[in-house]
């Protein structure tokens, strides 16, 4: 059994003191004439300290990484479910081997901390219960930022403290551990293909002889807060298929779950993805759709074989309103508002369906209407 994890409980890295690895490469001023490489300033040796936070991680939460009930409560507070992250720009703070890496601008923004397994059994406003305690039985750790490979060590330690428990069945554990291992291998991977610790020595080395005044920076971010429109090919056929055979594996073990492919052009704060994919659960069998959805910060927005939709949240990660029509069954208005985060919470969600009528839940206990 494991308990479920809620807005106010913190997520960590357990690795004593809440650190974890990172490649480094260190700010200008530079020496006229950059170190043989690899060499010690540019090795993946870099450690930093990450900030613990709230499962509710308001940057998280504006830029879609928080997963919440909107009816089901417990304490008088939202739970997480199935593939919640706490999300991008958790504090880091430069360790080793000093405060001057240049690569923190990217670790900040591009931060992740992520549950990896779900009860299947227990479903909470449709959707799966996270399961986010390291230190438990089975034991559900999230995984951390970190590299060159993700690492499967961090928890919500707090989660202990709450009282409403959810069973996993053992294929729900499978498959969360067989996604984990998936993901470690696919990351170390694709950091050999790109040479390993060596290639990026090199890469770096070479970056920063041709760099004039901190240009390198301006590359460094454009890669990755941009991206491209082309691929590697290679690459991104590997990371499909990983993708295909950990949701096949899901759906053998829970039955539940979803394979597919897609491409994304851009970036992860401005991009557009393209894909397809087929939705397989016990209840209904298989289903799919295929199409595009886009994000550019807080927004997002989908149209496919299955409806279009359009959303945005509050930039402090404060609430959010959606708008989605099904061609089958008409359009929802969902406004989901999250007010005193600091006093305990309160959430209040008004959900208007097809048919007009309207629903509202709030989590103050003499109107909630699925207290846990």
């Known amino acids: 059994m494991t308990k479920v994890t809620i807005q106010r409980d913190i ?55 928080n997963k919440f009930t909107t009816s089901v409560v417990h304490c008088g507070m939202t739970i997480c479910q199935m593939g919640h ?17 240049t690569l923190t601008l990217l670790h900040i923004p591009l931060s992740s901390r992520k549950a990896n397994f779900s009860a299947s059994t227990v479903k909470m406003n449709g959707k799966q219960t996270a399961c986010m305690t390291m230190i438990g039985w089975p034991p559900t750790p999230m995984t ?48 050999r293909m790109g040479g390993g610790t060596k290639g990026f020595g090199q890469g770096a080395g070479k970056m920063i002889a041709q760099s004039r005044a901190g240009q390198y920076v301006y590359q460094i971010l454009a890669s990755n807060f941009i991206g491209s429109i082309t691929t590697d090919v290679t690459k991104w056929g590997i990371k499909q298929g990983v993708g295909v055979l950990t949701g ?19 970036g992860p704060f401005l991009g557009l993805k393209l894909g397809v994919s087929a939705t397989y659960s016990s209840d209904t069998g298989w289903s799919g759709k295929g199409g595009a959805s886009g994000n550019a910060g807080p927004l997002t ?27 089958e069954k008409g359009s929802t208005s969902t406004t989901t508002e999250i ?20 629903t509202i839940a709030d989590t103050r206990p003499s109107s909630v209407s699925n207290p846990l």
């Open 301 to 327: 927005g989908n149209l496919d074989t299955s409806g279009a939709g359009i959303a945005g949240n509050h930039p402090l990660g404060l609430g959010s309103e959606s708008h989605s029509h099904s061609w």
């Open 339 to 358: 007010g005193d985060p600091f006093g305990g919470f309160h959430n209040r969600t008004t959900t208007t369906g097809p048919d007009g009528t309207t």
């Open 11 to 65: 997520c960590l890295n357990m690795v004593v003191p809440l650190t974890a690895t990172h490649d480094f490469i260190p700010l200008p001023p530079f020496p006229p004439v950059p170190p043989p490489m690899p060499a010690a300033p540019l090795a993946l040796t870099a450690c930093a300290i990450e900030s613990p936070v709230n499962a509710w991680w308001p940057p998280g939460y504006a830029l879609g990484g």
């Open 144 to 191: 951390y930022c970190s590299n060159p490979i993700n690492m499967p060590l961090a928890s919500a330690p707090t989660s202990h403290l709450n009282t409403v428990t959810v069973g996993m069945t053992f294929g729900d554990w499978f498959a969360g551990a067989f996604a984990i291992a998936a993901g470690m291998l696919l990351d170390w991977l694709m950091f």
């Open 248 to 266: 096949a594996v899901r759906i053998l073990a829970t039955g539940e779950g979803e394979i597919g492919v897609s491409h994304t052009i851009g």
């Open 85 to 101: 992250d706490c999300g991008k720009f958790i504090p880091h703070v430069q360790v080793a081997p000093a405060p001057n890496n």
